[in-house]
């Protein structure tokens, strides 16, 4: 097992799933290419609503959504771990959040946490008249995607 599980997981998901993350931040991209503009140019909504369920249907329609668990289980062996269960595209394995794909797996002495980071909350946005928005942010594999290993 690789002394730093989190680290394997993420290279292995950068040299074999990049292509994944990629996709998965140009069905971000389509889904904010209507929103708003924050004063620094990048696209942003104050509603929830209009990321979580677009963004579904945008990965679902590329076929992305059905990879993330095979992407999952690949970045778990990557580290020396395997995991108890065959993972399916929902929760608890994959759950859409509003900053993006949140892929998580549990093995017997802790759990992984794979973050596709494709928006930011922004707290008092200039630009938009509300105290938070969701904006566009990453714009490779490698700025969007985090791996942590996490014991209890």
Known sequence: MPADRAA????????????????T???ADAVAADWPRLDDGRPATT???ALVAPL??????????GTYPRVLADAVEA????????PVPAPPYV???S?????RGTVDD????????????????DGVDAAVAIALTASSADAALSVAFEQP
């Open 110 to 125: 802790g759990r992984y946490v794979i973050r596709i980071d494709c928006f930011e909350i922004v707290r008092e946005p």
């Open 95 to 97: 759950v859409l959040t």
């Open 25 to 27: 931040l140009a069905a």
């Open 56 to 65: 579904r249907a945008e990965l679902e329609d590329r076929g992305v959504l």
């Open 8 to 23: 394997a997981a993420r290279e292995q998901l950068l040299a074999a799933h990049e292509s994944t993350i990629d996709a």
């Open 99 to 103: 900053t993006g794909p949140v892929l």
């Open 79 to 86: 580290a020396g771990d395997r995991l108890p269960a065959r």
């Open 47 to 49: 509603d929830r609503d």
